[in-house]
Each structure stands twice: as structure tokens, then as C-alpha cells.
């Protein structure tokens, strides 16, 4: 069954350093979405990509966050300079139409000290 | 306010046993999701309900949707230790144009052999 990954499954930086987290949606999907879930809080949504451009994004994802879809089968969530409350699991998921189901990833644990 | 809130908040039963969670939300939707979480892992889609459909069957899971009420169910019949996980639904509302979920705190299930 087509999954979604995420590579890494964890990373640990350093506060300020940059951080590049990387998903390869389902293949034949066109909308593509980041998520962050912080330890012991609710899933919060980051950004929704469509036609290799952000179509929405949260409060969350100010101009430390950026997306980009380079060669048509990855999708990478960038942080420029992270910081300690960066750190949360961050979930790429995908959906090949609105109105369907949408299909998460394993997660990037991402540790920022 | 808050979209997508789960109850109970915690639930613990036997192997055998029945799991019922209930969530509600205020706006109106597109589809409803549920998803679970086993801990600190990726959020697994378990049905979608789209907003025109009262009942869906998948497997040993029996999913509800009541949009005069608002809410929506997950039924887990004849439970095992392995449905130890968190659940959360998810709601796409109708006046999100790119498919973005609002999740809950979730339902954390342990049930017991």
C-alpha cells in the first residue's frame, strides 16, 4: 500500500541552526500539508501546498518556516534558524483530492537544544 | 473555538470489550476523520465520513455522523490489547477552501488482556 515517508525519523540541532525536514507524499496526490504535534499537546496544522505554491498557512508558520516541492516527489518543510519551542513531531500528510482521505507520515521527532 | 474535541479524554477497558469516543465540533463540515496514534508514532487514517453519510463500517470500527448535532463516534468493537493508541478526529470545515484539519486532544484507549 503507497505510504508517506519522512526522513529523519528524529533530528537533534542546535538552537539557531537551520533544519531541513523531508517527506515523499503518496505519488499520485496533489495536495501536500505539514502538521506539528508538540509532546502532550494537539495536532496543529503548519501549511497546505497545492500547485507548487503554499495555499494556506497557520500562525505557527512564520517567515522561519518555509516549503518547497523541488523535483515533484519531495516535499521538505525548512525551519532557517530553530528555536527550543521548535521542537514538536512535525507530520507531512497528503490527499490526491480535497473531500478524501488524507494520509500522514511516521513523523520527524525534532529535538531543538 | 475549538473544532474536533474528543470524549472521553481517557478510556480503559478489557480485551473483548467494546470502545466507544464521541467527537464534537461547532462549524459546519466537509468530512469528518479518524486517525490513531500509537505513542510517539504517525498518526494512522482509520475512516473518513464525509458530511452527507451517517454511518461507515470499516473492519471491527463503526464510525457515526449526526451533523444536526454536530458530533460523530467511533465505535471499536470486541477491542485488543494491540488498540492500545491514542484516536483523534479530525474535521475539515466547509469554509477551509485547501483541505486543512482541525484535530483533538484525542482519546487515549488502553485495553487490557
Known amino acids: 500500500e503507497p505510504e508517506v515517508t519522512q526522513t529523519p525519523s528524529h533530528q537533534v540541532t542546535q538552537m539557531g541552526q537551520e533544519v531541513i525536514l523531508r517527506c515523499v507524499p503518496i505519488s499520485n496526490h496533489l495536495y501536500f500539508y505539514w502538521y506539528r504535534q508538540i509532546l502532550g499537546q494537539k495536532v496543529e496544522f503548519l501549511v497546505s501546498f497545492y500547485n507548487n505554491e503554499i495555499s494556506e498557512k497557520s500562525e505557527i508558520f512564520d517567515d522561519q518556516f518555509s516549503v518547497e516541492r523541488p523535483d515533484g516527489s519531495n516535499f521538505t518543510l525548512k525551519i532557517r534558524s530553530t528555536k527550543l519551542e521548535d521542537s514538536a513531531m512535525y507530520f507531512c500528510?497528503?490527499?490526491?483530492?480535497?473531500?478524501?482521505?488524507?494520509?500522514f507520515g511516521q513523523g520527524t521527532r525534532l529535538t531543538v537544544v | 473555538s475549538q473544532q474536533g474535541e474528543e470524549d472521553p479524554q481517557a478510556l480503559s477497558i478489557q480485551e473483548g470489550e467494546n470502545a466507544t469516543m464521541n467527537c464534537s465540533y461547532k462549524?459546519?463540515?466537509?468530512?469528518l476523520q479518524w486517525y490513531r496514534q500509537n505513542s510517539g508514532r504517525g498518526l494512522v487514517h482509520l475512516i473518513l465520513i464525509r458530511s452527507n453519510e451517517r454511518e461507515k463500517h470499516s473492519g471491527r470500527l463503526r464510525v457515526t455522523l449526526d451533523t444536526s448535532k454536530k458530533s460523530s463516534s467511533l465505535l471499536i468493537t470486541a477491542s485488543r490489547a494491540a488498540d492500545t493508541a491514542s484516536y483523534f478526529c479530525a474535521t475539515e470545515m466547509t469554509t477551509d477552501s485547501w483541505g486543512k484539519f482541525q484535530f483533538g486532544a484525542g482519546t487515549q484507549v488502553v485495553v487490557t488482556p
Open positions: 500528510a497528503s490527499r490526491d483530492n480535497l473531500n478524501t482521505e488524507a494520509f
Open positions: 462549524t459546519s463540515i466537509n468530512n
